[in-house]
């Protein structure tokens, strides 16, 4: 038997109050956004929960892209069949035996939202297990810790049957806190970074910084792939593509050594800000971890900050390596991510940069050069990328390919 809809269980939402709608208004809209290509699919939400009519669609092509999708707690594939014990018993046999192996157990746990149907729930799971049980050889009964949990809801619109039940990505639904700024490096941490603030509704625009011929168009190749798996959790990304040659270029030329790693970081942070102010958005994100490197220490993460007053979100800040390398692995970033295609942030790499910078040094070193009219030509010059379904072909053009 074909599965004619999937139900989609709310996570976190269920907690919101008055606002509530707010919230699964936009996780139907992701929904439909990463289902766009599916043109016989219909949205319904309720307060309660939300419906996917698979129309013409196969539910097993469509499980794998919710299974990305934020605000989902987890969702099971349906039988919606009328209000008859016979179809009923019919479509629960089917079902259990799709997931039938021998010497496995099953229960049917019957609820019954319509208390006019004439059967009560313990006559339900009998007659539906009785049914079950009489048609599959090999097949008993465990009422505690069943293989097969066969669901029966009955509902005044018909009855509703699934035996599956997948995990949803759990968090809040892409867009229901705001846009911030991901400064994306080609590395393994910012991914990950954009992929936990996605997963607290916030919507991701990424920044890059290139710096040609110094960083090569292998280089970023790596980060358009990088984002292309972003956007699998959100539906599209923006992704901005700095040119930095210039300042970097400056900075290595007018600063002292010890202090370009922060003079550039300073750099990077102020024209992610203005590409934020740019597009409306009300944070940049990091993928800094406490400690990791040196500009990653809590003095230079004070004297790089002090060049804006823009909330930095640093949702790695307090995790290990091997912490963000599992993460990186569960959403595939980590095979990108370690591809031998250097960033800026590698490149004019001090022997011994400072880990505990002065601020007002950096500020004296920095005042010497004209670095505002270089930023403002810097995010003038920004090439943005749009990375969503309709580019998928270009973006999954290989690396061998670029050699």
Same mark, same amino acid.
């Given at each position: 038997m074909k599965y004619n809809r999937i139900l989609v269980r709310y996570g976190e939402i269920s907690t919101k109050g008055r606002n509530r709608k707010k919230f699964t208004s936009k996780l139907r809209e992701n929904i439909i956004e990463a289902l766009k290509d599916f043109p016989t699919i219909s949205v319904s939400a309720s307060r309660d929960r939300l419906h996917i009519l698979l129309g013409d669609e196969n539910a097993e092509a469509v499980?794998? +892209?919710?299974?990305?999708?934020?605000?989902?707690?987890?969702?099971?594939?349906?039988?919606?069949?009328?209000?008859?014990?016979?179809?009923?018993?019919?479509?629960?046999?089917?079902?259990?035996?799709?997931?039938?192996?021998?010497?496995?157990?099953?229960?049917?746990?019957?609820?019954?939202?319509?208390?006019?149907?004439?059967?009560?729930? !313990?006559?339900? !799971?009998?007659?539906?297990?009785?049914?079950?049980?009489? !048609?599959?050889?090999?097949?008993?009964?465990?009422?505690?810790?069943?293989?097969?949990?066969? !669901?029966?809801?009955?509902?005044?619109?018909?009855?509703?049957?699934?035996?599956?039940?997948?995990?949803?990505?759990? =968090?809040?639904?892409?867009?229901?806190?705001?846009?911030?700024?991901?400064?994306?490096?080609?590395?393994?941490?910012?991914?990950?970074?954009?992929?936990?603030?996605?997963? +607290?509704?916030?919507?991701?625009?990424?920044?890059?910084?290139?710096?040609?011929?110094?960083?090569?168009?292998?280089?970023?190749?790596?980060?358009?792939?990088?984002?292309?798996?972003?956007?699998?959790?959100? =539906?599209?990304?923006?992704?901005?593509?700095?040119?930095?040659?210039?300042?970097?270029?400056?900075?290595?030329?007018?600063?002292?050594?010890?202090?370009?790693?922060?003079?550039?970081?300073?750099?990077?942070?102020?024209?992610?800000?203005?590409? +934020?102010?740019?597009?409306?958005?009300?944070?940049?994100v990091t993928g800094e971890s406490l400690g990791q490197v040196a500009s990653q220490t809590l003095e230079s993460m004070l004297a790089i900050n002090d060049v804006t007053n823009t909330p930095v979100l640093r949702p790695l800040i307090a995790m290990d390596k091997l912490e963000i390398i599992d993460i990186a692995q569960k959403i595939d970033t980590h095979d990108i991510s370690i591809l031998p295609y250097e960033d800026c942030c590698t490149i004019f790499t001090p022997p011994a940069p400072k880990t505990r910078p002065k601020k007002e040094k950096v500020q004296y070193y920095e005042s010497f050069v004209d670095f505002e009219s270089l930023i403002k030509e810097a995010v003038e010059e920004t090439e943005i990328i749009t990375i969503d379904g309709a580019t998928s072909s270009q973006l999954d053009e290989s690396f061998d390919d670029l050699l």
């Open positions: 499980i794998p +892209r919710l299974e990305k999708i934020f605000g989902i707690q987890s969702f099971s594939p349906v039988v919606k069949v009328e209000r008859n014990l016979e179809e009923i018993c019919e479509a629960g046999l089917s079902l259990v035996q799709k997931s039938f192996q021998e010497g496995k157990t099953f229960k049917v746990s019957a609820r019954r939202a319509d208390k006019h149907f004439p059967y009560d729930t !313990n006559e339900l !799971n009998y007659e539906v297990g009785s049914f079950i049980l009489k !048609n599959v050889e090999g097949l008993t009964v465990d009422v505690k810790n069943p293989d097969i949990k066969l !669901n029966v809801e009955v509902r005044k619109e018909g009855v509703y049957l699934s035996s599956e039940i997948y995990p949803g990505s759990t =968090g809040m639904p892409v867009g229901t806190s705001g846009k911030a700024m991901l400064m994306l490096s080609g590395g393994i941490d910012s991914p990950v970074a954009g992929y936990l603030t996605m997963k +607290r509704g916030v919507e991701v625009e990424a920044v890059h910084f290139h710096s040609p011929p110094f960083t090569s168009e292998r280089a970023k190749q790596k980060v358009i792939d990088l984002s292309k798996k972003l956007s699998a959790f959100s =539906g599209k990304v923006n992704l901005h593509i700095v040119p930095f040659t210039k300042i970097q270029q400056t900075i290595h030329d007018q600063v002292p050594e010890n202090y370009t790693m922060t003079s550039t970081r300073r750099m990077m942070l102020l024209i992610a800000d203005a590409i +934020r102010q740019k597009h409306e958005g009300l944070a940049l």
